[in-house]
């Protein structure tokens, strides 16, 4: 399958502070990529889909001014948590697609923990 | 949009004996039906997928099968073993540009 590498696995920041967070196709071109959260034992939560060169399409109740993504190019797409707080914590988690195929592959994910 | 049921969530075997895990949909316009396995803190992997245009689809010990007109479709893994453990998500989507809408998944515990 194709290989999608998220970057960094684990990462620990202070209250106010921004983080982000890299998402990268490695051998095809990410048309689309999505980013979901995960908490403790329960399923992944669709936070944004992201077009190349197109603004993100935000699910409802996610602060687009909080989670900035950017799709710059057709294999890297950014997430980028704004003054971050506790309840931010959580496992971040991308997936990309190939144009039209209906494959969606993801990243190793993010852990991300805000002290 | 799309809502995905899925159930059991929790399924516990012993080794060597099959799982089933089931899911509902409610598009009818769905026609992908992906399968992942997540591992304790990894990432989901993309374990088998049907289309809506077959009703069955085998890989070595996994097969899922699609009923369209119900609306379900299930994943079924035979002589299960040990590093089967792991949580199973299924999904829907339109294809194409549309997102894929995930079941709350299943907890799958082989015991040897």
């Known amino acids: 399958g194709a290989v999608v590498s998220q970057h960094p696995s684990r990462v620990i920041c202070k209250s106010g502070t921004s983080v982000k967070i890299e998402c990268r196709s490695l051998?095809?071109?990410?048309?689309?990529m999505f980013w979901y959260r995960q908490f403790p034992k329960k399923s992944l939560m669709l936070m944004a889909t992201?077009?190349?060169?197109?603004?993100?399409?935000?699910e409802q109740g996610v602060e687009k001014d909080k989670f900035l993504i950017n799709h710059a190019s057709l294999t890297l797409s950014t997430l980028t948590v704004t003054s971050a707080h506790p309840e931010d914590s959580s496992f971040y988690i991308c997936?990309?697609?190939?144009?039209?195929?209906?494959?969606?592959?993801f990243g190793q994910g993010t852990r991300l923990t805000v002290v | 949009g799309e809502n995905v049921e899925q159930h059991p969530s929790t399924l516990s075997v012993q080794e060597g004996d099959s799982a089933v895990i089931k899911c509902t949909y409610s598009?009818?316009?769905?026609?992908?039906f992906p399968w992942y396995k997540q591992e304790l803190g990894k990432r989901p992997q993309l374990i088998i997928d049907?289309?809506?245009?077959?009703g069955e689809k085998k890989d070595q010990r996994i097969a899922v099968t699609l009923n369209k007109t119900a609306k379900h479709f299930s994943l079924h893994i035979t002589e299960t073993q040990p590093e089967d453990s792991a949580v199973y998500f299924c999904?829907?989507?339109?294809?194409?540009?549309?997102?894929?809408?995930f079941g709350k998944g299943t907890m799958l515990l082989v015991s040897p």
């Open positions: 997936s990309a697609r190939e144009g039209l195929r209906d494959e969606a592959f």
């Open positions: 051998d095809f071109q990410a048309t689309t």
């Open positions: 992201s077009n190349e060169g197109s603004k993100a399409t935000y």
């Open positions: 598009d009818s316009a769905s026609n992908y």
């Open positions: 049907i289309r809506s245009n077959v």
């Open positions: 999904a829907a989507s339109i294809g194409g540009y549309s997102t894929l809408t």
